[in-house]
């Protein structure tokens, strides 16, 4: 049952309601939480790779109170499962769209960024008539080898033991942001690395199954792209000018996947757009959302 939480303190953020969807036949509980009175539109913020619910709650405020706001846990983060057993990115799914029937959601709009995108895009392709709109940021659907490359290389990193993931979390912090991002953030940035090296230090193996996802997703995608072309769903695009990770010229390949769509490119983003120029994307999202057309 879900946990009803109903007193609030000023200093911190607290769900409305959370609760675990049990999945017998994987062994999982998936943890969610959601944000509001159930009576708006419902956002569902996606994870990116090495996040949880709690990554969100600095951008609640922005969103709120124009609609309720729904956040879980894949395997592997948060306070979901998190054996050592392979994942699925088309589980995730259902394991959202399990959680919307749970809370009696018909219909969300989803934002999802990075390794969140690949899970929105999912979910838009097997579960199109349960969107309002989709936005995805910082994703590719097709296939190129220097993508697999840069995936191969973060996953003999994952494997190399405490030295070689503390190593790769340098350069991934490095290869991730944009110029602009890195000079204003300045030492801050280290204590995000540290962060992010303490919350899976003893656990590394999560970051790996995750990784290890994408390869089924990438080796289905040929035949998975007409569903892709078939969600008529509006689709916002948004792509850092600067993103090193995925850059603009792999994320323009899919306006010519989705029918209704708007490309945005913020010159002078790194990968991660949603926090290097918060007022231009959560604006952007906001209006598609609004309009539920990405006509504007």
Known sequence: MPEENKQRKTHEVIPDRSGYLNVPEDSA??????FGAGDKEVLVLLNGLAMSTRAWYRSLCIVQPDYDVLLYDYLGQGKSTCDDVPYLIPRFCDYLASIMDALSIDKVHTMGVSYGGFIGADFGRLYPHRLHTQTLSGILLSHEVSFQMYQDLSLRFYQGGADAFDIYTQYLYEKIFGEAFLRAVG??????????????????FCLVRLTEAQNPFFAELDQ????YRACRVPTLIIAGGHDRAIPPWMQRKMCAIYPVHKLLVFEGSGHMTYMEYPELFWSALKRTMAAKSVDW
């Open 29 to 34: 509980r998936i943890y969610w939480e959601y």
């Open 224 to 227: 998975n792209l007409a569903g």
């Open 187 to 204: 030492p801050k940035l280290e204590k995000m690395r540290a962060s992010f090296v303490k919350s899976y230090e003893d656990r590394v």
